[in-house]
């Protein structure tokens, strides 16, 4: 009987599982398009969880709207631009995911690591998609969730954050910090969580239920990525800046804050049911002042050190803001205020840092009841 090489079976291999992976189409396609090539990319899709079959079924070979919705989706989870157009950037980054790792060549696989801490929902990149991973290995998150968003701090991977934190006795925040990071690292290394601890035998004098002064909690948030922001430039937020979005309309309003060339965006949008969207990340700065002061200082600018937050509201002072929507408000304003210590003589309309050229929020909009929740914790 003869010998097969060692290098002719991993050449065997190496071919056999790049056979299954799914052809992918080389030209560039959009919108409108239609084909063969667009249902490979469609598979290539699904296979990657950013589309479902069902999704697929609607146009199997035309690229319509669920076919852009989802490769945006996918561009975004890679740090490509968002832009809907497969092209050789997104064909080279699909390719990447789409190929099965090489055969085993006696060799150990990389071990899995704990990312430095400091992540939080809204965060993006190789440090999130490095903590999904470690969850997976530890059973907290499954492969098919990580794979709606890889490397995007979204509701899947907060959500298995704070089932890792009930586990390991911490507190249950959903935020990745150094002591969720050093519990991650004891469970990699195969250290076991702490067991409860016993019930004393005799009870403690109880005490009145309170809740801890000035605690405040993250609020539950959609993150839809705009592609509008710049640089803080290293200036602190010293302030929080309210808008009405002149629109009834939450879709045209999440369009218009986030769709690259509008150049306008705000770090949070309020929509009439209450539901909070984050559109840009904290630490950058969104494009919702313009030309501003904060108490007639203009330097920094307000860009620069405060957090927007746009409120659908077609801002003609007869409509009422939701009583969904003060309660967003009541608790976003407060935990933002109390994040980043911004002084409630800080707290203001577009119409305070820019008079005479904004009126936003509208004159019926209660500032008393965010003032009084804020107003409770800082």
Do not use: C
């Not at 690229?63 to 832009?83: I, M, R, V, W």
């Not at 948030?221 to 640089?231: C, D, L």
């Amino acid at each position: 009987m003869s010998t097969v090489s060692a290098s002719f079976r991993t050449h065997l291999a190496r071919t056999t599982a790049a056979s299954s992976t799914p052809p992918l189409p080389t030209g560039t396609l959009s919108k409108g398009a239609s084909g063969t090539a667009v249902k490979q990319l469609q598979t290539a899709l699904v296979k990657l969880g950013f589309m479902t079959q069902a999704q697929m079924n609607t146009g199997p070979g035309t690229f319509g709207p669920q076919t852009e919705a989802s490769l945006k989706k996918y561009q975004a989870a890679n740090k490509l631009a968002a832009d809907g157009v497969y092209g050789p950037k997104t064909r080279a980054a699909m390719l990447k995911d789409l190929t099965p790792a090489a055969p085993s060549t006696g060799k150990p696989a990389p071990s899995v690591t704990a990312p430095a801490a400091g992540l939080e929902r809204g965060d993006s990149g190789a440090a999130v998609k490095q903590l999904q991973t470690a969850l997976v290995k530890l059973g907290f998150m499954t492969q098919t969730q990580m794979n709606t968003g890889p490397g995007v701090y979204g509701p899947q991977t907060e959500a298995s954050v704070k089932k890792f934190q009930s586990t390991w006795k911490l507190g249950v925040d959903g935020e990745y910090g150094p002591k969720t990071k050093a519990a991650l690292e004891k469970a990699l290394a195969g250290q076991k969580p702490p067991a409860s601890s016993p019930a004393p035998s005799t009870p403690a004098p109880s005490t009145p239920s309170t809740p801890a002064p000035g605690k405040v909690t993250k609020p539950d948030m959609k993150w839809v990525p705009s592609a509008n922001y710049g640089s803080r430039n290293g200036a602190d937020i010293d302030s929080i800046i309210l808008h009405h979005t002149a629109s009834n309309n939450v879709s045209s309003d999440l369009a218009t804050l986030t769709k690259k060339g509008t150049d306008v965006s705000a770090h949070y949008l309020i929509g009439k049911d209450g539901t909070i969207y984050h559109l840009v990340d904290d630490k950058m700065a969104a494009w919702h002042a313009g030309k501003s002061s904060l108490h007639g200082d203009t330097s920094p600018s307000v860009n620069a050190r405060s957090i927007g937050i746009e409120i659908t509201n077609d801002g003609s002072g007869k409509t009422p803001f939701t009583e969904a929507q003060y309660r967003a408000l009541e608790k976003l304003v407060p935990y933002l205020a109390k994040t980043y210590n911004v002084p409630m003589k800080n707290i203001l309309g577009h119409k305070d840092v820019a008079p005479g050229r904004k009126v936003d929020p509208a004159d019926n909009f209660d500032w008393g009841r965010v003032r009084r929740a804020t107003d409770a914790v800082i």
